[in-house]
Every structure is written in structure tokens, then in C-alpha cells.
């Protein structure tokens, strides 16, 4: 079972607690029998079912539009992707995009739009995606090109594509950044709410990756949505979607947690029954080592993503710079684990179906999507160099 003593920590309120029990309930008794690896549509749309039922999904909605509080709460989000994360990727996956997937209507909707859209989404009876990237657009969201347009009275038209897009062919609704020309560059964008099955948007592509689950490419070929589908203002698409991925980045990290904390667990389960030299595996120094350094990288990250959780849940307006670190060490740390636990498990490590060959496919993703890992450290750096710069500016020290 996965360490809890971390729910101590001062980060986490008591809560949480709750809310990690509720998850582990969920986990223990649900994710078994819903996951079908060959199956990832499927069992995301099994997962979504009954992470709604069993009123997790609240978690990814603010209230009152069937969400437990006015704001979304960070630490708990965290606390069930790292809880889900454990069980399955797949689970983990299914909540998380219902949270990212609506996290600009969330954020930034109308009362009417967060109304209409959020309770479907807190009951596991819609699938949510979050479309921004692009062929051309990944880390650089200032460059997207997929455009709308006005197309007579109350509508505007989109023409382009997203790629690598989560819940892409399972989704019934996304949420999908074009270029609306208000100003050049991150202030030309804006955000539109697209139903699944509008005319002249389709499925051009299904992706598949080492770790399956829903992907798709998107196309918008004259794509008719009403101008009342946008969220937010006209040109509030760039600061919308950074907002959004201010909130859920540090989630990532927590999934990565999660994914590393079963690394070791396993990891520690083999080290202790592994005979070998007149001993066990656990005895040889060397390994010690190894299994201190898995410890070490958990807990840092850890401190990294419940900091940047309890940052934004304190009432922070951006936590910039500690959801890109939280990210960058968790997920680095958690490929650091998950490749000693593999080494550790030797030819086992590397059997197709062990539960550790999946923990490392599944934590590679992690550190692209979202920004990825050198995308965060230009961040961090960024974040720096202009804190210098002010500090300086205000001491009238030499920048």
C-alpha cells in the first residue's frame, strides 16, 4: 500500500484526508474490474461512469454547478490523480480530463455556460477534452494557426486542426483555441466550446502510443459554432489556457507521484522476497542505495507538487512558477524511480504485462505533455531572471 504519512504534512488540511480515502475506496474496488488495457475507449468511458457515480468527479467542477466548492480545490485534485495514478494510468487519465477538459468553462465561463455544461461533467455522463495543441503549435501556443472567423449572425467559423488531443474520439465536448485576430501573436486568441458531431468538425486521425489511451488529430473544415460557445472575452484565449494549465500542471506532477510511489512499492516487495546470494536482493548494499535514492526522489517531489497545490489553493492568482517546478521534478524524479524499479526487477522488469514495464511506459508521457520538461525550465528560468530584474528595479541595484 502506498505510504500516508505525507497526509501529516502541513501542506494538506485534514480534509484531504477524506478525499484521499474516498479515492483509495475508488481505486481499490472499481479500477480492477473497469480497466481493459486493449480497450482504452472503453475503459475511459467506464472510468468517467463511475468516477462520476461515485461523486469524485465533483472534485473537477466548481459549485454551484455540481462541484463541492465555489473554487477548485488543487490539493484534493492532486491527492486523486496520485491516489488513481497508483492503481492505473488509465484511471488517472479518465479524471484528469474531465477536470483539464473543462477547466476553461471552469475558470473563465459564463454563468449560463457553467450551468449548462458542468453537471454532466461532475456526473460522468459527459467526456470533456481540451484542444490546444497543434501540428505546428505545441509549446509555443502563441503560434497557433487554427482559425474563426465570423460566419453570419451569432456564429463563427473554424478552419484547422489540433493534434494530440486527450479524449480526442471519446470527448462530447471541447474546448478548442483558435486564432480570432484581436492582436498579433498570444492576444489573437480565443476559446470555443465545439459539440462533438458539429458539421465540418471530425476524427482525422486516431493516435497510438506506448501507453494507449484516447488520442486523436482533429479537423475543422467550416465548422459552425455559435459566437455564445466562446469562453471569456474575444482575445482571452491565450490567458485562459495558461490559467487552466496554471491549475492542472501541478497535477501532472502528482500523477507522476503516484506512478513512482507504486514503483517502490513494488520495487521494495521484490527487494525483500528476491533470494539471491544467501540472502535477498534488499541485503546487497548497492541496492540500498538505489532504494534510498527511489525514497529521496519521492519525497522531494512530493514537498514540490502539495506546495504548489496548497500556493494556488491559499488564494494565489498564478502559481506559475511552483506548478512548473512541482511538475518538472515530479515527473523527472518519477522516470528516475520507475528505471531503478525496472533495473532492480531484472528480466521480470522488463516482461511485457508486469506491472512495472507499464509504470514505465506510462510515466514517459508525462514529461512532454503540458509543457514539456525543457519547456518548464525555460519557465522557471524566465520566472527568475524577471524576479532579479524587479528586485533589482526596486533597490536600484545594477540588474
Same mark, same amino acid.
Given at each position: 500500500? #502506498?505510504?500516508?504519512?505525507?497526509?501529516?504534512?502541513?501542506?494538506?488540511?485534514?480534509?484531504?484526508?477524506?478525499?484521499?480515502?474516498?479515492?483509495?475506496?475508488?481505486?481499490?474496488?472499481?479500477?480492477?474490474?473497469?480497466?481493459?488495457?486493449?480497450?482504452?475507449?472503453?475503459?475511459?468511458?467506464?472510468?468517467?461512469?463511475?468516477?462520476?457515480?461515485?461523486?469524485?468527479?465533483?472534485?473537477?467542477?466548481?459549485?454551484?454547478?455540481?462541484?463541492?466548492?465555489?473554487?477548485?480545490?488543487?490539493?484534493?485534485?492532486?491527492?486523486?490523480?496520485?491516489?488513481?495514478?497508483?492503481?492505473?494510468?488509465?484511471?488517472?487519465?479518465? %479524471?484528469?480530463?474531465?477536470?483539464?477538459?473543462?477547466?476553461? *468553462?471552469?475558470?473563465?465561463?459564463?454563468?449560463?455556460?457553467?450551468?449548462?455544461?458542468?453537471?454532466?461533467?461532475?456526473?460522468?455522463?459527459?467526456?470533456?477534452?481540451?484542444?490546444?495543441?497543434? #501540428?505546428?503549435?505545441?509549446?509555443?501556443?502563441?503560434?497557433?494557426?487554427?482559425?474563426?472567423?465570423?460566419?453570419?449572425?451569432?456564429?463563427?467559423?473554424?478552419?484547422?486542426?489540433?493534434?494530440?488531443?486527450?479524449?480526442?474520439?471519446?470527448?462530447?465536448?471541447?474546448?478548442?483555441?483558435?486564432?480570432?485576430?484581436?492582436?498579433?501573436?498570444?492576444?489573437?486568441?480565443?476559446?470555443?466550446?465545439?459539440?462533438?458531431?458539429?458539421?465540418?468538425?471530425? *476524427?482525422?486521425?486516431?493516435?497510438?502510443?506506448?501507453?494507449?489511451?484516447?488520442?486523436?488529430?482533429?479537423?475543422?473544415?467550416?465548422?459552425?459554432?455559435?459566437?455564445?460557445?466562446?469562453?471569456?472575452?474575444?482575445?482571452?484565449?491565450?490567458? *485562459?489556457?495558461?490559467?487552466?494549465?496554471?491549475?492542472?500542471?501541478?497535477?501532472?506532477?502528482?500523477?507522476?507521484?503516484?506512478?513512482?510511489?507504486?514503483?517502490?512499492?513494488?520495487?521494495?516487495?521484490?527487494?525483500?522476497?528476491?533470494?539471491? %546470494?544467501?540472502?535477498?536482493?534488499?541485503?546487497?548494499?548497492?541496492?540500498?542505495?538505489?532504494?534510498?535514492?527511489?525514497?529521496?526522489?519521492?519525497?522531494?517531489?512530493?514537498?514540490?507538487?502539495?506546495?504548489?497545490?496548497?500556493?494556488?489553493?491559499?488564494?494565489?492568482?498564478?502559481?506559475?512558477?511552483?506548478?512548473?517546478?512541482?511538475?518538472?521534478?515530479?515527473?523527472?524524479?518519477?522516470?528516475?524511480?520507475?528505471?531503478?524499479?525496472?533495473?532492480?526487477?531484472?528480466?521480470?522488469?522488463?516482461?511485457?504485462?508486469?506491472?512495472?514495464?507499464?509504470?514505465?511506459?506510462?510515466?514517459?508521457?508525462?514529461? *512532454?505533455?503540458?509543457?514539456?520538461?525543457?519547456?518548464?525550465?525555460?519557465?522557471?528560468?524566465?520566472?527568475?531572471?524577471?524576479?532579479?530584474?524587479?528586485?533589482?528595479?526596486?533597490?536600484?541595484?545594477?540588474?
Amino acid at each position: 500500500m #502506498p505510504d500516508t504519512s505525507f497526509l501529516d504534512w502541513p501542506f494538506l488540511d485534514a480534509a484531504h484526508a477524506d478525499v484521499r480515502a474516498e479515492a483509495l475506496a475508488f481505486a481499490t474496488a472499481e479500477v480492477p474490474r473497469l480497466v481493459d488495457h486493449h480497450d482504452p475507449d472503453g475503459s475511459c468511458r467506464r472510468l468517467v461512469a463511475a468516477l462520476g457515480e461515485a461523486g469524485l468527479l465533483d472534485l473537477t467542477v466548481t459549485a454551484p454547478d455540481g462541484g463541492r466548492a465555489p473554487k477548485l480545490d488543487v490539493r484534493s485534485l492532486c491527492l486523486v490523480r496520485e491516489t488513481l495514478a497508483y492503481a492505473d494510468g488509465l484511471a488517472d487519465f479518465a %479524471f484528469a480530463m474531465q477536470g483539464l477538459g473543462t477547466g476553461p *468553462i471552469t475558470l473563465y465561463g459564463s454563468a449560463e455556460q457553467k450551468a449548462r455544461l458542468l453537471p454532466s461533467i461532475a456526473a460522468g455522463t459527459t467526456i470533456s477534452a481540451f484542444a490546444l495543441t497543434e #501540428p505546428e503549435s505545441g509549446s509555443d501556443v502563441a503560434a497557433i494557426a487554427c482559425t474563426a472567423v465570423p460566419d453570419g449572425p451569432g456564429h463563427v467559423r473554424l478552419d484547422g486542426e489540433k493534434t494530440w488531443i486527450s479524449n480526442g474520439g471519446i470527448a462530447d465536448r471541447y474546448v478548442v483555441f483558435c486564432r480570432t485576430g484581436e492582436a498579433p501573436g498570444a492576444r489573437g486568441l480565443s476559446a470555443f466550446v465545439v459539440d462533438a458531431g458539429t458539421p465540418g468538425f471530425r *476524427i482525422a486521425e486516431r493516435l497510438e502510443t506506448i501507453a494507449p489511451h484516447p488520442l486523436a488529430r482533429l479537423a475543422f473544415d467550416g465548422c459552425r459554432v455559435p459566437v455564445a460557445n466562446r469562453v471569456g472575452a474575444p482575445g482571452e484565449g491565450f490567458k *485562459i489556457a495558461m490559467a487552466t494549465l496554471d491549475v492542472f500542471r501541478s497535477t501532472v506532477g502528482a500523477a507522476a507521484l503516484g506512478l513512482a510511489r507504486r514503483a517502490l512499492d513494488e520495487t521494495l516487495a521484490r527487494a525483500a522476497t528476491r533470494k539471491l %546470494f544467501g540472502g535477498v536482493l534488499g541485503d546487497l548494499q548497492m541496492v540500498q542505495g538505489d532504494i534510498a535514492d527511489m525514497v529521496l526522489d519521492i519525497d522531494a517531489a512530493a514537498l514540490m507538487v502539495y506546495r504548489a497545490g496548497w500556493a494556488k489553493d491559499r488564494g494565489a492568482a498564478r502559481i506559475t512558477r511552483e506548478a512548473s517546478l512541482a511538475k518538472l521534478v515530479a515527473t523527472e524524479a518519477a522516470q528516475r524511480v520507475i528505471d531503478r524499479a525496472v533495473q532492480l526487477h531484472g528480466g521480470d522488469g522488463v516482461r511485457s504485462g508486469s506491472v512495472v514495464e507499464r509504470l514505465y511506459r506510462e510515466v514517459r508521457a508525462l514529461r *512532454i505533455y503540458e509543457g514539456a520538461s525543457d519547456v518548464q525550465r525555460v519557465i522557471i528560468a524566465r520566472q527568475a531572471l524577471a524576479a532579479h530584474a524587479e528586485a533589482a528595479a526596486a533597490t536600484g541595484a545594477p540588474g
